[in-house]
């Protein structure tokens, strides 16, 4: 179980970072937009403020003198750090959130909602609503033209400066004023208040306990299971798998963690039933560096539908 009640954000990174690690798939990212007023036209073109707007510039770009009300949207986070570990859990994730869930603490829930990751458990129907980036009027200080004066005694405040776009499930819908609907009511009881809140944890508990347990998955057979790096023989690379209820394996290789992966192999395993089946998947090594790779293996069924999957670095040691 995650308790993000009460969260009231962070960085928008951390929190569409963290969903790979419970996603069997890729995950997602949300897009943001600008809006398209003369304000922010504006302010997009002066060297003094023009650094908030460097990765936005083209799409404003694309809408100004238009009747468009918003700018396309831009992923604030790419999508290879997104997927920059891969998964790490693989059972059911429950998610508690409530009302003061906000901010990146939304982006956060959404994404683990819309990306299939986590059942929403909610204190409140909704989380807080808060699905933007923010800045500081203080900032605004820095206009040339001084349209914005400093507040009194030092006051300053911060406010939405672009929106988020939902994904998957919720594909095209904000959270911004909007929030996260929970999937399951967990409201807490009158008696939860003088309890330490056992009855509303307690349901909690009981649908993560009815939560259906995927057949499908794989743990390495010999003692590298836990390394996000291992060394291979550069004459013979290779990973001993033990493989349950998976139709095929997809390798993926880059040079670097954040790096876009590459499709190198997809092999069939044909692994089906209560007993692990021992298989043995062949690591390219890597023309660009014969030293290392990173490598993304992807457990699929027979449709394609990603089950499970795993990052690692490989090291590569002439040792046979």
Known sequence: MIDVSGNYGGYVYYAESMPQLFTPGEANVHGFRMLNSELIQDLSQY???EWWFSDFQARLDGVIGSQELYSSSLPITPTEIANSYGQVYTKPVALLSDASTYSAGDLFTCAMQDD?????????????AGGATIINYSALEQHPIGLFSSLPLGIDFSFSFSQAIRFGHHKGQ????YGCSADVDVSPTPEDLTSGYQSMFAKVYEGLANQAVTKSSFQFADDSAGDYQITLSNSNPELNLLVKNTERIK????????EPMEVEATYYTWAYGEEAKPFTLPIPTSPIDANSSVVRVEGQDAGGAPLWNFKREIIFNDTP
């Open 47 to 49: 060297q003094e403020t």
């Open 116 to 128: 299939d990751a986590a059942i929403i458990y909610g204190i409140d129907p909704k989380t807080g």
């Open 174 to 177: 904000l959270i911004e004023d």
């Open 251 to 258: 390798l993926s290789v880059a040079r670097y963690w954040w």
